[in-house]
């Protein structure tokens, strides 16, 4: 005979000639990873048999593998005594990925880096697309967006499940640029005339669609302004216009342009081409430095002051004692036996060449005026690379540390900036961290 059945009871345990009623077992999830879960058969009893497919479950827990992430898994396990059978089923699910997206924005540019949790799934392939731009790897930056816009950022991870298809995992969000800030400066007149406007902005500093509209405070709305570039260093733009007349009053105001062709402005500000001053020339070293080898290509920025430029261009020496990077100079600090290239333009560029292997230099943009002053950037440093063919190379300790750190763009930072940091280690490797 059988015995009644209840609810959560099943009769598979046999006791002489008849079957008795025993609590339902069931499969409950313990743990989890990506790929994997753990599972308990609560109610497991002796003398009864059970089979995950031809697999018997000999303890009352067991491990599933062969699981994709995030995903809900259900398992058949059937117990069994003599003729009897009772099949249970459960839910087991594993962890996901983690994905999320960092970011980094600007009135004009966005820099976002992806990122998920490293577990014991296996991610073959990683894309990041902004603005529709689609790139492989975990990082993409962009510039000449519009300001006070969202902008969607995808990053997604592959995951193999075959050997032919793999699986893709997404995460999206949204990502607003900042409100233009375009603020006119108070402008400098070099001699009559010819005048440096400057504006302070929160655009990218690398933005080339920039610069200054101005016309005569007395023209009416049928006369079109004049417009100049501009260029940028670290939130500030300065341009340079020649040969106002010098018997009517102006006003300038800033200008970007973004990639979609939309024209933002700042506000007009008033100016006096007669109202001369004297003002020193800006010099900036740029902490950018692209080094190949022994060669590396520097970058600085000058612009005239109420003197007259008669050379321009970089010093640089070999580093013989810790030096504070990103430090104006004085001539004194400056060796008897460093070198000077010369370079021409607002943003200058020069390639130094047959410089030491694995050596660290200084290097620091400069400007002479006709009056024979100078005028020095920030002292800005770098690496070269180790000698291709080994010989002269200095033994390592062991100790992998970092040597260098860039931002998106494989510009040189002097030390953790917000945003995306690649960090190149001394033993080659290199490693992509967000900094707040």
Not at 242 to 266: A, C
Request: proline share 3%; aromatic share 10%.
């Amino acid at each position: 005979m059988l015995a009644a059945w209840g609810a959560g009871y099943t009769p598979l345990a046999k006791e002489g000639d008849h079957y008795v009623s025993l609590l339902m077992s069931k499969v409950n999830q313990v743990s989890a990873t990506q790929t994997t879960v753990t599972a308990k058969i609560t109610n497991k009893y002796e003398g009864v048999t059970y089979k995950w497919g031809n697999t018997i479950i000999e303890d009352d827990t067991y491990l599933f593998t062969g699981y994709m992430p995030n995903t809900e898994n259900t398992v058949k396990i059937v117990a069994s005594i003599g003729n009897a059978t009772y099949e249970m089923s459960g839910t087991l699910v594993t962890k996901d990925l983690g994905l999320e997206i960092s970011s980094h924005e600007t009135a004009s540019s966005i820099e976002i880096l992806g990122k998920y949790q490293e577990g014991d799934a296996t991610v073959t392939k990683q894309e990041i697309k902004l603005n529709g731009v689609l790139q492989e790897g975990n990082t993409i930056s962009l510039k000449g967006l519009d300001p006070d816009k969202n902008y969607t950022a995808e990053f997604t991870v592959y995951v193999p499940k075959n050997t032919w298809s793999s699986t893709p995992y997404t995460f999206t969000t949204v990502i607003r640029t900042a409100t233009a800030n375009l603020v006119a400066q108070q402008p400098k007149v070099a001699s009559p005339g010819n005048v440096v406007v400057a504006a302070t902005t929160n655009l990218d500093y690398e933005e080339e669609n920039v610069g200054f509209e101005w016309r005569r405070t007395d023209w009416t709305d049928e006369f079109n302004s004049n417009r100049g570039v501009a260029y940028l260093y670290e939130g500030t733009m300065e341009g340079y216009i020649r040969n106002l007349n010098t018997e009517k009053l102006w006003k300038f105001r800033p200008y970007y342009i973004s990639d979609s062709g939309q024209t933002y402005y700042g506000e007009w500000l008033g100016l006096d081409p007669t109202n001369t001053s004297y003002f020193e020339p800006t010099v900036h070293t740029y902490a950018q430095m692209q080094v190949e080898g022994n060669m590396a290509i520097v970058k600085g920025y000058v612009m005239r002051g109420s003197d007259n430029v008669t050379q321009q261009g970089f010093i640089y020496w070999t580093q013989t004692a810790q030096v504070r990077a990103a430090a104006r100079v004085k001539s004194t600090d400056i060796p008897s036996n460093a070198q000077i290239v010369e370079a021409s333009g607002n943003i200058m560029t020069a390639q130094l060449t047959n410089l030491e292997y694995n050596s660290t230099y200084c290097c620091v943009a400069f400007v002479k005026t006709s009056e024979g002053e100078t005028f020095y950037g920030e002292l800005q440093t770098f690496e070269t690379e180790e000698n291709p063919t080994g010989i002269g190379t200095v033994l390592g300790t062991g100790k992998v540390c970092e040597v260098a750190r860039y931002d998106l763009r494989g510009h040189r930072l002097q030390g953790p900036e917000k945003g995306v940091n690649i960090i190149r280690m001394s033993d080659g490797s290199t490693k992509k961290v967000f900094v707040k």
